[in-house]
């Protein structure tokens, strides 16, 4: 696990409601360096959003981009866990506990170093899961800051 001497950032963010260029003038602002996509499948029916052209915008802002598909909500599971549904809660919670929990480890190494953000589709992280994804880092992590792109 990385060392928490300095405080480290994670921003937290959703797309819905947005478009590519606005998604990273914030993210430009903020000063984030890498972009983390958690969601399952980095595919998106809006133009940008999808993952070539997406990691295309943020290398010509600067901004790294990384795919982590073991971060991604299971299909079976959005609609309920978007819903606040327990049983999704708990079974997103103990797939990061377990098989993704490399993944976080790797993200929280990241945050330390360098401002990175977390991106899905959902633009309230309370109805998403990189809510949870967001607070274990902040568990292995406690001098983490998380901080919602604005």
Same mark, same amino acid.
């Given at each position: 696990m990385a060392s928490t001497r300095g405080r480290g950032h994670i921003y937290s963010v959703g797309y819905e409601g947005t478009t590519l260029a606005e998604l990273v003038e914030r993210l430009a602002r903020q000063r984030v360096s890498l972009l983390v996509d958690v969601r399952r499948t980095p595919m998106s029916r809006r133009p940008g959003f999808s993952k070539r052209p997406l990691a295309a915008a943020l290398a010509m802002a600067g901004i790294s981009y990384v795919h982590e598909p073991l971060l991604g909500d299971p299909p079976e599971s959005?609609?309920?866990?978007?819903?606040?549904?327990?049983?999704?809660? %708990?079974?997103?919670?103990?797939?990061?506990?377990?098989?993704?929990?490399?993944?976080?480890?790797?993200?929280?190494?990241?945050?330390?170093?360098?401002?990175?953000?977390?991106?899905?589709? #959902?633009?309230?992280?309370?109805?998403?899961?990189? %809510?949870?994804?967001?607070?274990?880092? %902040?568990?292995?992590?406690? %001098?983490? #800051?998380?901080?919602?792109?604005v």
């Open positions: 959005r609609n309920a866990f978007g819903e606040g549904d327990s049983e999704a809660l %708990r079974v997103m919670r103990a797939r990061l506990d377990g098989q993704a929990r490399r993944a976080v480890e790797k993200l929280v190494e990241e945050a330390l170093h360098r401002p990175v953000a977390v991106l899905c589709v #959902e633009r309230e992280a309370s109805h998403c899961h990189r %809510r949870l994804i967001t607070d274990l880092a %902040r568990e292995m992590a406690p %001098r983490l #800051e998380v901080l919602d792109v």
